[in-house]
């Protein structure tokens, strides 16, 4: 009997790989995903595990860099539970294919933020739920007149930078983007100090001009968050942050944008995405009532109600964050733009991770990354998630395991056992064809 190898083939699948879907097996070991060309040729190994995908498609997991919590689950507000509710939360995810996410804490009194944020770590993905990336910290440094759904009571300004933050937030060790108003006192000095910490910063709630804006990208911001929403509207004489996406600015500005079919008109999706298509990042913005039926939750110190899956303050019209997961909004998005399935897959994975900087292990199928993968029907866009893991019980002989059942019901995707039906099978796979040459990332246009 040959030795184990720790391999699994993903086989008979296409895959999204710099901008262009092919017609390629996919190899993984220990949560990494394997140049094929070195397991034939210089190891000469095969694979533990064979997984017949049945023509299927394998995507980049996705990656949200704001979600507010779900099913029930308050980032902002449960105290007495936050763990237990962080890895609810990582788990339900993989359903929709996140793999990756910023648990996002909003605009709350002072003492959540000490009983709340030291408890969310970073912790890598796998069969127990998706990874966890960071704290975004979306307020309480924002402008009053743009404070959407946020609690005025406890919005105030970093009159002295980062000490401003320290006081507020306590230590930042776990935090990863931090969303303010550029032209608070003190805003400048914040985003000087935070991007030196390796703190991705986002211009959001806030009623900053553009050159406010432009002044803070030089400083180190280089995030926007959910685009139009909480922030001045587009004018021809100074477009406020939303000009950065025209913006002559040395580097690449990244901006959020819901596309849950309520925040965001189909025209401003095209009008962004045509403007700026690298930087054009998805996220879900969902509050704690995601996955949940209509009624009464709750936002941090703001009550919520939930009618007909649009999520308002408690008795207004103000709209308080999406009940929409990721992959819904991925379709929606698709639809809105008729962009290419390769760019709307890639402003859910890697846009996000360029904008975290993480682009050379998350995002991606590239050789060494880590094998963080949705199996997608690819008119659906339903599937389910693989995240980051090696498997439990090595195997005694060559499997192979065929996927069973559509992705439009989705399997568990907790095991490879739960997706797919095994049987015995010493088949050697077939060498792989010369490797593709690089290609430029799809822009956004009709197909």
Not at 119 to 134: E, N, P, S, V
Not at 147 to 174: T, W
Not at 425 to 430: G, L, R, V
Request: net charge neutral; proline share 7%.
């Amino acid at each position: 009997m040959r030795p184990n190898t720790g391999l699994t083939r993903f086989h008979n699948c296409n895959i999204l790989r710099e901008g262009k879907i092919i017609k390629e097996d996919l190899w993984i070991r220990e949560g990494k995903i394997v140049n094929p060309e070195q397991v034939f040729y210089v190891e000469q190994s095969e694979a533990d595990i064979t997984v017949n995908c049945d023509n299927l498609l394998i995507a980049p997991g996705f990656i949200d860099l704001q979600i507010n919590g779900g099913w029930g689950v308050d980032f902002s507000f449960d105290t007495e539970s936050i763990e237990e509710g962080v890895c609810k939360v990582a788990k339900e995810l993989l359903a929709h294919g996140v793999t990756s996410f910023c648990p996002t804490m909003v605009t709350s009194e002072r003492e959540k933020y000490s009983q709340i944020l030291p408890r969310i770590k970073r912790a890598q993905g796998g069969k127990h739920g998706a990874t966890i990336l960071g704290v975004h910290l979306e307020g309480p440094f924002i402008s009053l007149s743009k404070k959407g759904a946020h609690a005025d009571e406890f919005i105030m300004n970093p009159v002295k930078g980062l000490e401003s933050m320290r006081e507020v937030y306590g230590p930042l060790n776990d935090v990863i983007i931090v969303t303010l108003a550029p032209e608070l006192p003190g805003a400048m000095d914040a985003i000087k100090s935070l991007t030196s910490l390796g703190i991705k910063v986002a211009l959001g709630h806030s009623a900053a001009n553009l050159a406010d804006g432009e002044k803070a990208v030089k400083c180190g911001a280089n995030l926007i968050t959910h685009l139009f929403n909480a922030m001045l509207p587009f004018h021809h004489r100074d477009p406020g942050l939303v000009g950065l996406l025209a913006s002559s600015t040395e580097k690449q500005v990244f901006y959020g944008i819901i596309s849950d079919g309520i925040h965001t008109h189909p025209a401003a999706l095209r009008i962004a995405c045509r403007t700026n298509p690298e930087g054009l990042v998805l996220v879900s913005d969902a509050v704690p009532a995601q996955g949940l039926a209509d009624g009464a939750y709750t936002i941090g110190p703001r009550s919520v109600t939930i009618e007909a899956g649009r999520a308002y303050v408690t008795g207004t019209k103000v709209l308080c964050g999406s009940t929409s997961a990721l992959d819904h909004c991925v379709a929606k998005f698709k639809d809105a733009t008729d962009c290419s399935l390769e760019y709307a897959l890639e402003t859910a994975s890697l846009h996000p991770a360029k904008a975290l900087g993480i682009e050379n292990r998350k995002g991606n199928l590239n050789f060494d990354c880590d094998a963080d993968f949705v199996i997608l029907e690819p008119e659906s866009l339903k599937g389910c998630a693989w995240c980051h893991r090696s498997r439990a019980n090595k195997p005694t002989s060559n499997r192979r395991v065929a996927l069973k059942s559509s992705p439009c019901a989705p399997p568990n995707p907790n095991s490879i056992a739960s997706i797919g039906t095994e049987h015995v099978s010493q088949t050697p796979p077939t060498p792989p064809h010369p490797l593709p040459h690089r290609t430029k990332a799809a822009q956004c246009h009709p197909m």
